[in-house]
Each structure stands twice: as C-alpha cells, then as structure tokens.
C-alpha cells in the first residue's frame, strides 16, 4: 500500500525550464530524501531533510532546491533545467536517519528534458 | 567512504531456475545490510535485513546470507518466478549513519 505520495508522475518540458515534484507521506516518519534514478537505475540520495535540518549531496547542482512546509512533504524544486536532468526522481522517507535502512519510497517522477 | 559493489548487472533465467545474486561491501564500521527490489513502475522496497549478529535473513522465499570474512553478501532463491522479475540492490548501512546502495541487478525471468 503506497505511503509516500508523489506528483507528478511525468513530466516533459524544454532546457531552461523550472520544474517542481511534489512528495508528501503519511507515514509520520520524521526524515525525508529525494533520490535521483538515472537510465541505468543507478541511485543516488541528492538530500536528506529531518527536523529542519537539511544535508545536501555536495555534488548536487544549485539549481536543485528541496523545500519542505512540514515533516510530512519535501518537495523538490530545478530552477532551469538541463538534458542531463533527465531520470525518475524518487522521494522517500523513514522513521529515524538512513542508517535504520529501511525507506520507503514513492513511485517516481520520471523527468524528460528535450 | 563506504562503497558496494554488485557486479552482475544483468541476470536472465528461465522460471524454476535458481538465483544466485553476488555483493560486496567495505566500510569502516559495523555494517547492517540490506536487499531492496524495485518492481517496474514502482520505487524500491526493502526486502531483507541482515545484521552482523544473525548472518541471515529469510523473506518471500528469498535468503540473503553474509559473510564477515569476506566482506560479501549474497541474495538467492531456490527457484524463481516471472514475477520476481525486477531490480535487486544490495545495501549498505555502515559510516556515519549512512546508507550506500549498489548499481543494482536486473533480473528478467522468462516464462
């Protein structure tokens, strides 16, 4: 049963664009991330958000933004976006940091940039 | 860093067939390791746990096994089912409270 709630599921749109995803759970889980799933399915955490405090992949590019109105949603916010944008980004959270190991994730939002 | 690494980035059996699924790891800290699977169309979720007191995990007929010595950490299935087509990563929670995921293996299981 899905918990972590995310919108869109696709989205299209041109080089130099602002694209937002939007990720809400309704686990009461008190952390939050954004990961990013390239062609290959290769994952990578770009941030991780818990009691207001925000831990930044520093190989994250700064038109990448999280912004977050509560514990429950953290959303995720490219400022003008590249080709290279292009993957599924997944949102996920978890009771307690990363070390527990155990996320849970939404489906995705997958992102095409042309 | 912490690093893993599987290195079967493709794996194709037939229904029936045993599956054998190879990780390792290196972190400077006691690790807790973990199988995900991704259905497609869908995010990752957790499939096994595996801590360094029990060595072994057991869920949905899949066993993950772990061995200190050699830093490896092994998914299998005594016989698979085209539904368990999907993507499988190997994980790892070791330094700094972090976790580490795998490129990941993809299974496809033919009927």
């Known amino acids: 049963e899905t918990a972590v709630f995310q919108t869109p599921n696709y989205h299209v749109t041109q080089v130099g664009n602002e694209v937002s995803f939007n990720c809400k759970q309704t686990?009461?889980?008190?952390?939050m991330y954004w990961y990013k799933q390239d062609s290959k399915k290769l994952l990578k955490i770009m941030f991780s958000y818990n009691n207001k405090q925000l831990i930044v992949n520093e190989t994250v590019p700064r038109r990448f933004s999280p912004q977050s109105s509560d514990k429950a949603h953290l959303n995720l916010r490219i400022k003008s976006v590249e080709p290279e944008d292009s993957a599924v980004y997944l949102c996920a959270s978890s009771l307690g940091g990363q070390g527990t190991g155990q996320l849970y994730f939404g489906e995705g939002s997958k992102l095409t940039v042309l | 860093g912490d690093s893993v690494t599987q290195m079967q980035g493709q794996v194709t059996l037939s229904e029936d067939d045993f599956l054998f699924i190879n990780c390792t790891y290196s972190t400077t800290w006691y690790p807790t390791l973990f199988w995900y699977v991704q259905y497609p169309g869908e995010g990752p979720q957790l499939l096994l746990k595996v801590t360094t007191a029990n060595n072994k995990g057991i869920s949905r007929g899949f066993e993950a096994t772990y061995d200190k010595g050699t830093t490896s950490f092994h998914l299998q299935k005594a016989s698979v089912q085209e539904s368990d087509s999907a993507v499988y990563y190997c994980v790892v929670s070791g330094s700094f409270n972090k976790l580490t995921f795998g490129a990941g293996t993809r299974l496809a299981v033919c009927p």
């Open positions: 686990l009461g889980h008190d952390t």
